[in-house]
């Protein structure tokens, strides 16, 4: 199968915008042309798109997503989760074990695997549980869940408890090359509580989640990683505390990576509308203060990587209210325009900067081979519209969540179409 996409702005090193044409063969990206020099020839049944200047990346890589399946088909599938991915842009995935089963064996590592080809939409990498069912008593076996293809190891939605079994994961992990990726959460310090420890749970009278509730174990898992030698990655950093600890650790040569999400970044306690549970999620939106740490933290590469942690819930569950509804928003299809629109478009962030996020920065630290824009890549691609703008809207969504709080906001920079080893898997109707 060939592809040609002719006429689509790719980003030059130097920042600017150029227009090319690309061609695609086998999968992999054959050549890169600038448009008026062009000269292939392509032949009858090789698909030409016009991408009329909009602007190409490589696909977006999102680290951290929840795609439910097993188990929770009524919050989404597998299928589902990779259809919305596609519409956001995004053209890899790595997804939880927080399902039921939980991914701790072979044989779910394997039914994970299987469903996503069978879904052959976007390309689904897989994480195997720390402990067995993610209940901290018992490490899962790593030489074998590697083996069925799992790419790390994590207990996302809940931290381990237990320092010593988190030490003999990375010990483990260490031994046969593979990262730990953590929920930092301090069980004792939480205590069933629904948000921050901060303005919005005084007002409302609800228990807080406090900061050192995360840094206790981004502290502890440092200290753990440098006597172990493991590449430690923090989930969903969220306080001021963590990135402290973290750009200590990488200044004294500590192999550890972090990621962000957008909403992170975007939202803090005091934007809380009222006991509306699309504004739950976990960690939980920060104060003002953190906020602009994590801001700063992207910035100047503390943290590595942008990821959504894609979360759906039923609108059931949602409707339990704040103290009773299950953490988590969706993310896949509002990542890039709210990033683009609020970093970008404003002038902080430089297009290349927020790209390299979302792209060369996940492959370099997950060592993948997409990621890039060049000759000899996957063809792994995303056409944008940086000039598309629309308002968010959840009933467009293709996830079946419709959590999210940013309902209502004007957004620009949409993607319209995606591609994945040189095949459409998204077109904007
Ligand atoms: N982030 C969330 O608020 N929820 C996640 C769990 C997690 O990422 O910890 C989920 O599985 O729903
Ligand atoms: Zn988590
Ligand atoms: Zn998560």
């Known amino acids: 199968m060939q592809l040609l996409i002719k006429n ?40 030409v798109i016009d991408a009329g200047g909009k602007l190409i990346t490589a696909g977006f890589i999102d680290m951290h997503v929840h795609l439910r399946e097993p188990g929770f088909e009524h919050k989404e599938t597998i299928e589902t989760g990779a259809r919305s991915a596609a519409k956001g842009g995004f053209t890899t995935i790595a997804c939880m074990p927080n399902t039921r089963p939980v991914i701790d064996n072979p044989d779910t590592v394997r039914l994970v695997l299987d469903k996503a ?44 408890q237990s320092a010593q079994m988190m030490k003999d994961a990375m010990a483990r992990a260490a031994r046969i090359g593979m990262p730990v990726i953590a929920h930092c959460e301090d069980n004792t310090l939480v ?44 989930c969903h950093v969220s306080t001021e505390q963590s990135i402290r600890l973290i750009r200590q650790a990488k200044e004294i040569g500590i192999k550890v990576t972090a990621e962000v999400c957008p909403h992170h970044l975007l939202l803090s306690e005091e934007d809380i509308p009222g006991m509306d549970a699309n504004w739950k999620m976990n960690p939980p939106l920060r104060s003002k203060r953190d906020v602009e740490a994590c801001i700063q933290a992207v910035e100047d590469g503390t943290i590595d990587i942008i990821v959504t942690d894609h979360a759906p819930h039923s609108e059931e569950e949602k409707a339990k209210g704040m103290q009773l509804a299950p953490f988590g928003i969706v993310g896949f299809e509002t990542a890039f325009p709210l990033l683009y629109t609020k970093f970008v478009a404003t002038g902080k962030w430089t297009l290349s900067h ?66 994945v080893s040189g095949k459409v898997v998204y077109c904007e109707s």
């Open 8 to 47: 689509a702005k790719m980003l030059k090193s130097d920042g600017e915008l150029q227009l090319h044409d690309i061609f695609i063969d086998n999968g992999l990206i054959e050549s890169i042309e600038k448009a008026d020099e062009s000269t292939r020839q392509v032949s009858e049944d090789t698909q």
């Open 117 to 160: 080809k069978e879904a052959n939409l976007v390309h689904v990498l897989p994480y195997a549980a720390i402990t067995k069912n993610e209940l901290g008593r018992e490490l899962t076996d790593f030489e074998a869940l590697k083996e069925a293809g799992a790419i790390g190891f994590t207990d996302d939605g809940v931290g381990v």
């Open 191 to 234: 205590e069933g509580a629904p948000v921050n420890e901060g303005t919005f749970a005084r007002k409302h009278g609800l228990k807080g989640i406090p900061n050192e509730s995360e840094a206790i174990h981004v502290g502890r898992d440092i200290l753990l990683a440098e006597a172990t030698g493991v590449h430690y990655h923090v």
């Open 354 to 419: 927020l790209i390299q996020r979302m792209t060369s920065d996940p492959a370099r630290v997950f060592g993948l081979k997409s990621g890039r824009l060049e000759v000899g890549a996957p063809a792994d691609l995303t056409l944008i519209d940086l000039e598309e703008e629309h308002s968010v809207d959840p009933a467009t969504f293709a996830t079946k969540g419709r959590n999210t709080p940013f309902t209502g906001w004007v957004l620009q920079g949409w993607p319209v179409t995606t591609i």
